[in-house]
């Protein structure tokens, strides 16, 4: 159901976008165009073939912010609440695929959480359009700062990257807006912990405590973008081209925001292909990670990362449990994690092969781009816009996969296990 969903909803996006009415110049895409657009916008990565805010019509515009909004917070999600809107009953098919869409372990309170999630995204997206529009105002006229205000408030909630800054250049032009830094990084943080942990931290004053997965969320993320943010400051620091001759506050806000956007956020405040080597693959790893389980982002996820290196300290210190702020974790808990990030790593890598292979690019080039495609998070060192009809397609599948995710399109393809009739006797092999 899911990946019928999200299919069915960007082959009516790219549909839509393929109409003259959908371009500025009135000229329609082609079919691999729109769906490239459709896809980016559907799985909230923001990968562009065109200028946004040039390119597309008013119409166009608001095509790719609707696919946005249903691909940020989950088609089942927007389903059930059309469905509660309009008093329809929720089956239980509904509610486990609405359970696997949230990454949930239960489907108690599915419906009140659906509540949480569509309140909280409009209450932040709200939030967001406003406190942009009250900047843009001083850039253009009211009418504009508002559409603009809201566009950018979807877009960077849900992670999605797009923008309609002049000539495509993202954020670069408020590189030194302390205002527009903390506003973009704010609510591409607050997209990226997942709706389960925003409704964690909503509920505190009453819970008086943080469940397990907020706590790892929290740390993690918190750990990430700190790390990231030195790491890139300190490889940065003498590079004129991006932030080598600004004086050091501006310095380290803009390591700061590098390292956030690379949760998924998919704007910048520097020329990524202006930054040093170390920076571009560093920032690889970071996208890599991605943000939190039910949130807006991609990657292998925070939790997953976080349990993958509990598990080697556990075998560093000759322990047979991986525990986190106490808690013991179950075995099956660690397989997954195992699973999804060598599932990752071959899907990365085999994208990466096939770029390797079509386009005319250095590996670095082709890497960054098969990754921020995977992790959903829209940066580019600038290959997006020169890519074949093969890249094209190859991007395409790799936004899909990393949006759906690679263990629900394995269980939607793959045969379904039936209960095993027998127990292999025990080998032993050695490791290392």
Known sequence: MMLLGFSLIILTGALLLMLPIASASREPLSFVDALFTATSATCVTGLVLFDTGAHFSVFGHWVILLLIQVGGVGFMTMATLFALILRRRISLKERLILQESLNQGSIEGLVRLVRKVIFYALALELAGAVLYTIRFAFDMPFGQAVYHGVFHAISIFNNAGFDLSAEGNSFIGYSEDVYMNVVSMALIVLGGFGFIVLADLFDYRHKRKFSLHTKVVLSVSAALVAVGAIVILIFEFTNSRTIGDEPFAYKAMSALFQSVT???????????????????????????????????????????????????????????????????????????????????????????????????????????????????????????????????????????????????????????????????????????
């Open 262 to 432: 690379t949760r998924s956020g998919g704007v910048s405040t520097v020329e990524i292909a202006e930054l040093r080597q170390a920076t571009q693959f560093f920032i690889v790893i970071l996208m890599f990670i991605g943000a939190s389980p039910g949130s807006t982002g991609g990657g292998i996820k925070t939790t997953t990362f976080a349990v993958l290196v509990g598990a080697v300290l556990a075998m560093m210190r000759g322990k047979e449990d991986v525990v986190l702020f106490r808690l013991r974790l179950a075995q099956e808990r660690v397989y997954k994690a195992i699973t999804v990030t060598l599932f990752c790593i071959g899907i990365v890598l085999t994208g990466t092969l096939v770029l390797a292979t079509t386009e005319d690019a250095s590996f670095l080039k082709i890497l960054f781009e098969a990754t921020s495609a995977f992790g959903t998070v829209g940066l580019s060192m600038g290959l997006t816009d020169s890519l074949s009809l093969a890249g094209k397609l190859t991007i395409i599948v790799l936004m899909f996969i990393g949006r759906l995710g690679p263990l629900t399109l394995t269980y939607a393809l793959g045969p379904k296990p039936g209960r095993p009739l027998y127990r292999h006797a025990e080998g032993k092999i050695i490791i290392g």
